[in-house]
């Protein structure tokens, strides 16, 4: 979206303007607020950002880290959005080093106002477990649009698992179409063994996203929850090896290659 939206269409008669002019508010369904005047550098932005809300973590994760902590173009000031993003697509993995990001972000916001500054600082608070619900409905209430917000903390484990699938919903209301909010609904359902319910989220997230691996991967884990392992290992097969699985599939394969003793 962000390649599309007018701010990377300047040429040589008219130089871009400063990136903190141009900053929107916050990451939304239609817009992606710039890291940098570098075309290569946006260019990585938007895909590792189209990659996240497709639920691809690890791909996510590795685009985003070809952006260097600072871009060029800027005046000198990190708000912290790189490293939400990145700490989103850690979550997304089980990677323990999203902490790390989330850290740098608040350190990063200080005490600067804005969505992104906000989200960072509600973030490290959410880690710490000194977020309260009241914090989150009043980061969201300040910026209602912040679809960066709530894929990170419906992401992050830890935390009021509530108000993860609450966020997680937003999600799906907010962009029918996004995959993650779709895949965040039906993994948080099924890690309350809600097995209908989950099975329902599967079943409706797979007309909108066909084939999306995280959505075969837990099609399999519930195959195995219900005890249907042949059915489990068959789903998980057609993801590949195991360096080609999401990291949520490798365990439901391994269990069911072991239980049927193959």
């Known amino acids: 979206a962000g390649l599309t939206a ?12 400063p990136v903190e002019a141009m900053r929107r508010a916050s990451y939304t369904v239609d817009a992606v607020p710039p890291l940098s005047n570098d075309a290569a550098i946006e ?34 000031r990190e708000d912290g959005a790189l490293h939400l993003l990145q700490a989103s697509a850690g979550a997304l993995t089980g990677d323990p080093d999203a902490y790390r990001h989330i850290e740098l ?12 500054p906000s ?10 477990g000194t ?20 894929i990170l903390l419906a992401s992050l484990e830890g935390h009021d698992g509530d108000g993860r699938l609450a966020l997680a919903e937003q999600l799906t ?3 029918p179409k996004m ?5 965040l609904r039906a993994q948080l359902t099924l890690n309350r ?12 997230a797979s007309a909108v996203t066909p084939d999306h691996a995280e959505l075969v991967a837990l099609r399999a884990r519930l195959e195995l929850l219900e005890g249907h392992t042949s059915d489990a290992r068959r789903l998980a097969d057609t993801l590949g090896t195991a360096a080609q699985m999401p990291t949520s599939a490798v365990q439901v394969h391994a269990t069911a290659l072991r239980m049927l003793q193959d």
């Open 173 to 175: 209301e907010q962009d």
């Open 6 to 17: 007018g701010w990377l269409q300047w040429g040589p008669s008219a130089p871009p303007p």
């Open 193 to 204: 063994g809600q097995l209908a319910a989950a099975n329902d989220l599967i079943t409706r």
């Open 43 to 76: 260019a990585a932005h938007v895909e590792g950002w189209n990659l996240l809300r497709d639920g691809r973590g690890a791909e996510a994760a590795a685009v985003l880290a070809r952006i260097p902590d600072r871009p060029p173009g800027k005046d000198g």
């Open 105 to 116: 972000a608040a350190k990063a916001a200080g005490t600067r106002r804005g969505a992104i």
């Open 131 to 150: 977020a309260t619900s009241r914090d989150v409905e009043r980061h969201f209430a300040a910026h209602p649009d912040d679809l960066l917000g709530r």
């Open 179 to 183: 995959a993650l909010g779709w895949v």
């Open 119 to 128: 989200l960072a600082r509600l973030a490290a608070d959410s880690v710490a």
